[in-house]
């Protein structure tokens, strides 16, 4: 039924007679899709460039409104930081072996690394040398007094010289694995030494920690690559997964989880599980399966849920990034993952960077930064309103998702609208009580490719156990009920 022209004159929902919709779904309160672990983000390449901005840490860690670039940018409130172990020193070894670096290689994303240094000590007993990336770990440092509560160390390459060819972009044909043999202890003997290290001086704690970044790509080429990366055959993953355990666990960190295996694909993910599941000892070494979300509208999100479920592990969505600077991708790829993956956390990858890819147009060799594109306030949307603890619950659809807030008795959904503008109706009618017949709902608004940032507005109200609201075409909405019971 076509809205009333009341409707359409003030926008409120609280008359008692037929929900004016076009379109309905009911939520589902007695479902339990999994506990929010929270939103986050990785610090390569960024925070290496930008790590010692208070602003920038603001922006992103806290939900406090900061001044950038003229423009008003309510925070994300990010808990979540991926640090990137780096592969990258400038050292010789044995005594004159250097890294090799490809000619395509972009400066900003050589990370980094730590290293035994044998010029302060005697060769027989080198010492760590732990000068390296200041800036990423002072955005470390920032985003834990900002409320940070979930970190994670991740390498996207062992250290140059475990590699084959010595390159930290990858084998020479990208295909195989680049990692030598004899230093697959080595590697993991890297990660918890920096993990121990971290606890014990910086006073971070690493929650998890994950050995390889899509390890079963052929793109991570030492001839072409542009950034750090190297392939790992499932064998070999299993292999140092199994080290990394040994070595988490001889310095007392056995509460440190190992996370695996960042597959850049689902299906990739889903291969990979399968291997694992034919080992049961590395099932059991891995707390957590993570993934990467750069098969966007396709693989099998369902299928890697199942295995993850079936296997008791946590699934989390911990890379996502793409050139769209509106945000429509990602909205339409983020429902497509709580609706079917059904992670309990979800990462972007680069916040700041360039071509549409950050959150924040910025240039990280150059060390230029510019204003927030509209992917940023769509992101708001989710972020700063599905907050860590909340139940995330089955919202009836695949245009919408909706979290509950136990202690704060409120509810929260976000949808979006794909087609002409229509009315979308919410039905709370399987809620035990929410709230008081015309009490407001409060609404933000942010309408795709509209240059519409994030809007709020107190125009909506219940109407019994229902309420609706008018959707522009492409506009994402993030509503907040209160008083509400399951």
Known sequence: MAPSLLHLATGLAFLTTTTHADLTTIIDAASNRGTWEGWGTSLAWWAAAFGHRDDLADIFFTLRTTTHQSQSLPGLGFTIARYNLGATTTNTINPSTRMVTSPSIIPSRLIPGYWLDWTSSSPASPSWNWSADPNQRAMLSKALSRGATTLELFSNSPIWWMCK??????????????????????????????????????????????????????????????QEG????????????????????????????????????????????????????????????????????????????????????????????????????????????????RPTAWVYWQVLDGGGWGL???????????????????????????????????????????????????LVIVAVNWGEAQYINFDLGRFGAVGSNGSVVKRWATQIGSGSRYVEYSDTQLSGKKFWSRFEKKMVQTFEVTGVVL
């Open 165 to 226: 060819n010595h390159n930290p972009s990858g084998s020479d044909d990208g295909r195989s694995d680049n990692l030598q043999s004899w230093n697959y202890q080595n590697h993991a003997v890297y990660l918890a030494t920096v993990a121990k290290y971290a606890a014990d001086n910086w006073g971070v704690k690493f929650a998890s920690v994950d050995p390889f970044n899509e390890p079963s790509a052929n793109w991570w080429n030492g001839r072409t690559g542009t």
């Open 230 to 341: 190297c392939h790992f055959d499932a064998a070999t993953q299993i292999t140092v997964v199994g080290h990394l355990r040994q070595e988490l666990d001889s310095r007392g960190l056995r509460g440190v989880v190992i996370s695996a295996s960042d597959e850049s694909h689902y299906d990739e993910a889903v291969e990979t599980l399968r291997r694992f599941e034919a080992n049961r000892t590395v099932m059991g070494q891995v707390g957590r399966v993570n993934v990467h979300g750069y098969q966007y509208g396709n693989g099998k999100r369902d299928v890697l849920f199942d295995m993850v479920s079936k296997a008791g592990k946590g699934l989390w969505q911990s890379e996502y990034g793409e050139a769209d600077a509106t945000g429509e991708r990602l909205v339409s790829n983020l429902l497509l993952d709580m609706r079917w993956l």
């Open 360 to 410: 924040i147009e910025a240039d990280n060799d150059r060390k230029t930064i510019g204003q927030a594109n509209q992917k940023y306030f769509v992101l708001a949307q989710f972020a700063r309103h599905i907050r860590p603890g909340m139940r995330i619950l089955d919202a009836g659809s695949d245009y919408a998702v909706a979290a509950y807030d136990e202690q704060a008795r409120k």
